[in-house]
């Protein structure tokens, strides 16, 4: 089997959450990584999943002849200029999001990435998840009609540190940026409009930072439709990610994580005339 050599750039928490993961899959291997912050501890960690080499500097990642792809997983300020080394040097890209909290930067580093002619992917994983994607499908199918409303809650189960809040980009750009790109990717249509109210109601420490930790925003879409996206930095119960997509002819609902679950409402009536009742169709599977 040909196996795919990957080098990755940040072993912070999110590094390390990839770095687990990839070394779990046998068309992976991986070749190398860097951190500025390297500890014994970490190296200790990284020798654990049989990674051969560890750097300081980044560049000796990017411009290694034997890695054919690259994680950037280090602060948002460093994203561009490392997708724009690394698509310089040939490498293809998987960059946490997001590109850049400056879209001018952003837009740069994009062009790099045409120009070097390689593949980019940012971090936006709430795509991939099995009940979000088969909403996705339903819209694609044209199974419920096209949609006219779209609900997205997210709240995290509490509050990132301080540290973490003073470099994050703010509650939008941090967090609800999942959200905006999975209100893209459900309907299939671009934003044109965006509403937004934000509050300090967590911890006043989002103050200090200039920050919030919840938010309400009104989205109004190409096609039409209307968004509602609600965040959280803390909801007591646990994390929360949930999805409806309200349609002319039904609805769907999602549930990221665990439980894992997606349910589908559709009418017995033809479209456009009133219908009685609703055939539920619910697809739960329990936690691994």
């Given at each position: 089997?040909?196996?795919?050599?990957?080098?990755?750039?940040?072993?912070?928490?999110?590094?390390?959450?990839?770095?687990?993961?990839?070394?779990?899959?046998?068309?992976?291997?991986?070749?190398?990584?860097?951190?500025?912050?390297?500890?014994?501890?970490?190296?200790?960690?990284?020798?654990?999943?049989?990674?051969?080499?560890?750097?300081?500097?980044?560049?000796?990642?990017?411009?290694?002849?034997d890695i054919?792809?690259?994680?950037?997983?280090?602060?948002?300020?460093?994203?561009?200029?490392?997708?724009?080394?690394?698509?310089?040097?040939?490498?293809?890209?998987?960059?946490?999001?997001?590109?850049?909290?400056?879209?001018?930067?952003?837009?740069?580093?994009?062009?790099?990435?045409?120009?070097?002619?390689?593949?980019?992917?940012?971090?936006?994983?709430?795509?991939?998840?099995?009940?979000?994607?088969?909403?996705?499908?339903?819209?694609?199918?044209?199974?419920?009609?096209?949609?006219?409303?779209?609900?997205?809650?997210?709240?995290?189960?509490?509050?990132?540190?301080?540290?973490?809040?003073?470099?994050?980009?703010?509650?939008?750009?941090?967090?609800?940026?999942?959200?905006?790109?999975?209100?893209?990717?459900?309907?299939?249509?671009?934003?044109?409009?965006?509403?937004?109210?934000?509050?300090?109601?967590?911890?006043?420490?989002?103050?200090?930072?200039?920050?919030?930790?919840?938010?309400?925003?009104?989205?109004?879409?190409?096609?039409?439709?209307?968004g509602v996206?609600?965040?959280?930095?803390?909801?007591?119960?646990?994390?929360?990610?949930?999805?409806?997509?309200?349609?002319?002819?039904?609805?769907?609902?999602?549930?990221?994580?665990?439980?894992?679950?997606?349910?589908?409402?559709?009418?017995?009536?033809?479209?456009?005339?009133?219908?009685?009742?609703?055939?539920p169709v619910?697809?739960?599977?329990?936690?691994?």
């Amino acid at each position: 089997m040909d196996k795919i050599r990957l080098g990755i750039i940040g072993l912070g928490r999110i590094g390390k959450i990839h770095m687990e993961n990839l070394w779990r899959r046998p068309d992976v291997e991986l070749v190398a990584a860097s951190d500025p912050f390297l500890t014994a501890e970490t190296e200790r960690w990284a020798a654990g999943l049989g990674v051969r080499r560890l750097e300081k500097d980044s560049a000796a990642i990017v411009g290694d002849p034997d890695i054919d792809a690259v994680l950037i997983c280090s602060p948002t300020d460093t994203h561009a200029s490392l997708i724009a080394q690394a698509a310089a040097c040939g490498k293809h890209i998987f960059c946490e999001k997001p590109v850049s909290l400056d879209v001018r930067e952003t837009a740069k580093a994009l062009e790099k990435v045409k120009q070097a002619g390689v593949k980019l992917q940012i971090g936006f994983n709430r795509r991939f998840d099995r009940n979000f994607r088969r909403i996705r499908e339903h819209v694609l199918l044209g199974t419920i009609g096209t949609p006219h409303l779209v609900k997205i809650t997210s709240r995290d189960p509490a509050p990132p540190s301080e540290a973490y809040i003073a470099s994050s980009g703010g509650l939008f750009m941090d967090m609800m940026i999942h959200d905006f790109d999975l209100a893209r990717y459900l309907t299939g249509s671009e934003v044109t409009e965006v509403y937004a109210q934000g509050a300090v109601l967590v911890d006043p420490v989002f103050a200090r930072h200039g920050d919030v930790d919840t938010a309400i925003v009104t989205l109004k879409f190409e096609s039409g439709a209307i968004g509602v996206i609600d965040n959280s930095r803390r909801a007591v119960y646990g994390y929360d990610q949930r999805v409806e997509v309200f349609e002319r002819g039904g609805g769907q609902h999602g549930r990221g994580r665990v439980p894992r679950q997606a349910a589908a409402f559709l009418p017995r009536t033809l479209p456009g005339r009133l219908p009685r009742g609703a055939r539920p169709v619910r697809r739960e599977r329990a936690a691994r």
